[in-house]
């Protein structure tokens, strides 16, 4: 399973790039606002930290000014992947972008439906959001279980189940046990997969045991 976090915040990326767990990076327009820098910029930055997949999403509505804004987040850097909504548009982006050999995650996706279309368009990603689903009564993780049986039955779409809307760890291990392809976490989700009381105490009682023996291995 591929690990990307869910930020535009470099700080944060370049300290989780250092333990090894990253696979890529998604933003979207509000973690852009967040950020409080320049969109272009940013991304040109991620791109030079993160050598997987990062998403840059594109802000039209309309199919021609999607493409457009879609060819210029892909020159930014080779592993920019685009991010278009699933809307008959976005999917018309999606498939002319993919034809010029970018990549493409599809995003805001709520229904096995979507999911299904976005492969057709040959999307490289597709994005449920489980935690929006979850927030409004329903079973986000239900829907990942359903994209993944549906792609199952047709092994020649290759498009990949990125997991996103993450809420909290035990997402992320849900999402595992789906095999779900990638997950798209923030990046206290993520710190939160190293955590375990148990870790704690014994790290703790074997330090306190070493300094018992008086001795030193440097
Ligand atoms: O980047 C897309 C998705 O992960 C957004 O998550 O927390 O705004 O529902 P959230």
């Known amino acids: ?24 990076v998604t933003t979207n327009p509000s973690l852009i606002m967040k950020a409080g ?17 990062v998403s840059a999403e594109t802000v039209a509505t309309d199919h021609k000014t999607m493409l457009e804004e879609g060819r210029k987040l892909a020159k930014l850097a ?18 002319a972008l993919r034809a010029e050999g970018n990549m493409v995650n599809v995003t805001l996706c709520f ?23 979850d927030d409004n009564g329903h079973d986000g993780m239900a829907l990942i279980a359903e994209i993944m049986t549906i792609y199952r039955q047709y092994p020649h779409f290759k498009t990949e189940v990125l997991v996103a809307s993450i809420r909290h760890t035990q997402h ?5 046990k789906l095999g779900a392809h990638v997950v798209t976490a923030p990046p206290g989700a993520l710190r ?16 306190d045991d070493w300094k ?7």
Not at 112 to 132: C, T
Not at 196 to 206: E, Q, S
């Open 1 to 24: 399973m591929k690990f990307f976090v869910d930020t535009a915040d470099v700080a944060e990326i370049k300290d989780l790039a250092a333990s090894g767990l990253l696979d890529g």
């Open 37 to 53: 820098r320049p969109m272009l910029e940013v991304i040109k930055e991620i791109c030079a930290i993160v050598p997987g997949p």
């Open 78 to 95: 080779k592993n920019v992947a685009v991010k278009v909504p699933l809307t008959p548009d976005g999917l018309k982006t999606c498939k």
């Open 111 to 133: 229904s096995a439906g979507q999911a299904l279309l976005a492969a057709k368009a040959d999307a490289s990603f597709i994005s449920p959001f489980v935690g929006r689903i």
């Open 172 to 176: 992320i291990i849900q999402a595992a």
């Open 192 to 207: 939160g997969l190293f955590k375990h009381v148990l870790t704690d105490n014994g790290l703790k009682a074997f330090l």
């Open 212 to 218: 018992k023996t008086g001795q030193s291995i440097l």
